[in-house]
Each structure stands twice: as C-alpha cells, then as structure tokens.
C-alpha cells in the first residue's frame, strides 16, 4: 500500500469510522470503549480521535486497530473494505454509508441504530434511472417507502430499501446493487429482519379493503404506484409465526381481501400455493403473456409519472 493510500485510509471521516465500528457519536463525542467510562470522554476533532479520560488517541487506522485488535496491514485491509463514503465538503462526513456488511457492535445496537439515516433519503443519478426511468415508480412511493442509496468506495451505487414494522421503527435493511460488477445483487445487513415490506400501509386498510401480496419490494413498489395498497415477502417459508398472525388478524378484524398477481414461474406459483394455506381466501389472478411478473404489467400498462 502507497503512501498516498495509506493517506486516503487517514482521511476516512473519523466519526463515519467510529459508527461503522459500532459507537454511537453524540455531538462529536462517544463513550470511550477502552475503560470503564459513564460520561463520554472520547472526543473527535480534527478527524483525530483523543479519550480525555485514558489517554488514548490517534487516527482513524489506530482507532481500528485498538477496537479490532488487529494490527496495522489488517487494520488497513478492513479500512479499505469499509462502506464509508468520503468527506464532504466543508469536512462533514456524508450519512449515506453502506450498510450491507455485518459489523461488530456493542451495547446491543441493532439495525434500528441507523434509522436516522432514512429522515432524509437521498437519490443517487443511478437510482433515479432506476426508480424512475426504468420502473416508473411514482416519486410518492418512493418518499413513502423511504427509499435511499449511497455509493460505496469503488463508485458502485446502491439502492437502499428500509423495512419498517407497524409502528414505524425500523427492523431491517435490503441493499440492491444498482451495477452488478461481479458484485452481489442484494445484501442485508447483521441483524436485519426482512420478514413483510411496508407493514406501515396496514394502518391505512379500511374493513373489507383489499391488499395486495407481491414477491419483492419492487413489486410492492409497482403494485403502490399503480394505486394498490400492497405489502411484500421475500418467501412463504421465511414467514414468522408473528407475521402470519398479522395477516391472519387483518382477515379477522378488518375482513381484509387478499390479492396476488404470483409470477409467471414455478417458484411464483409455489409461493402462492404456500400463502393460501395461510390465507385460504387469497385471490390468484393471471399474468397476460409475456409479463414475468407484476412490474412487467406495470411497465406495459402506465407511463412514467409525470
């Protein structure tokens, strides 16, 4: 590694460092993890690290190596592959960071620990080719569902999909790599509960309204923006007994009807098949020819929203 590497590695937002480590900064602050400390005495400035309590301080390679205990190549290795975007201007550091790769943390932070990084979504040019060229998402389904992206440091764009539950907190992450590039197509971060997308849209049902079950996020996103109230799931066997009591519930309570476009394959079909022994009143309809799946009839059947 070159000098001029090893200088990259140094500018690396030390704050951005420190969270993908799993500290939780406050005003530039955090609690030192390297003695007993209740009152938060390690400090950032400068993009240096310094514990006014233990003494300790440095960079951001030294701060990998303590909290890792690794040594200096490996603390170099894992900067190198960490999901930090670089500085911004001004020298604040940018909240759109991969989230994709498990990361040691303490204090049982979980993936609810990065909500805030979905107050305010950002798009990427990648994404919005995406969303919006290539899907024709309506730009309000994509503010619903708080879609987000963030490039990680080759320049590969991801599009980010945040899993809420019912109250509105946030319980898993689904990363979509937007280039491929010899990359995964989808990653999930440690501790991401990707069960049912967007359960937020079962406080809007009404008695007797119907509901839409797609396999995946974007046709959940399709079926939304041609006007549907819709959830999705990644599989009728990743279902949890607590999931299915949800939908079992809705049936009960609000005489909700259940719809499903399946896809136009076996695994599609399969996947039906399984959700109606859970939902015996689900409702199957029929893909025309030559669509694959619900987002193929979105496509055929609505322009891009003006």
Excluded at 188 to 212: D, H, W
Aim: proline share 8%; charged share 25%; hydrophobic share 35%.
């Amino acid at each position: 590694m070159d000098r001029l590497e090893l200088q990259r590695l140094r500018d690396l937002p030390i704050e951005g460092v420190a969270e993908r480590l799993g500290l939780r900064v406050v005003r530039h602050k955090t609690l030192c993890p390297f003695h007993d400390d209740h009152h938060a005495s390690l400090s950032f400035k400068n993009n240096r690290w310094r514990c006014w309590s233990c003494g300790e301080g440095g960079d951001a390679i030294s701060l990998v190596m303590k909290y890792l205990h690794k040594d200096f190549r490996e603390a170099c290795r894992w900067l190198n592959d960490s999901p930090l975007t670089p500085p911004c201007e001004g020298g604040e550091w940018s909240l759109h960071q991969q989230l994709s790769t498990p990361s040691p943390h303490r204090g049982g932070q979980g993936v609810e620990s990065f909500a805030r990084f979905f107050e305010h979504p950002w798009l990427s040019d990648e994404a919005r080719r995406f969303l919006f060229d290539e899907r024709r998402i309506d730009p309000r389904v994509v503010a619903w569902c708080r879609l987000s992206s963030w490039k990680d440091w080759r320049g590969v764009p991801w599009l980010q999909t945040p899993y809420f539950d019912r109250e509105g907190r946030l319980v898993g992450l689904q990363n979509r790599n937007l280039v491929r590039g010899g990359l995964p197509r989808f990653r999930f971060p440690q501790g991401a509960e990707c069960g049912i997308y967007n359960l937020p849209v079962l406080n809007l049902l009404r008695p007797g309204e119907a509901l839409y079950v797609a396999e995946g996020c974007s046709d959940c996103w399709s079926l939304l923006s041609a006007g549907h109230k819709a959830i999705a799931i990644p599989s009728a066997t990743l279902l949890s007994r607590k999931d299915v009591g949800v939908l079992e519930g809705l049936s009960q309570t609000l005489g909700t009807q259940f719809h499903m476009y399946p896809d136009a394959d076996a695994p599609g079909e399969r996947l039906f098949l399984q959700l109606r022994q859970v939902l015996p009143s689900l409702c199957r309809h029929p893909l025309p020819p030559g669509c694959k799946d619900y987002s193929d009839l979105y496509l055929r059947t609505h322009q891009t929203p003006g």
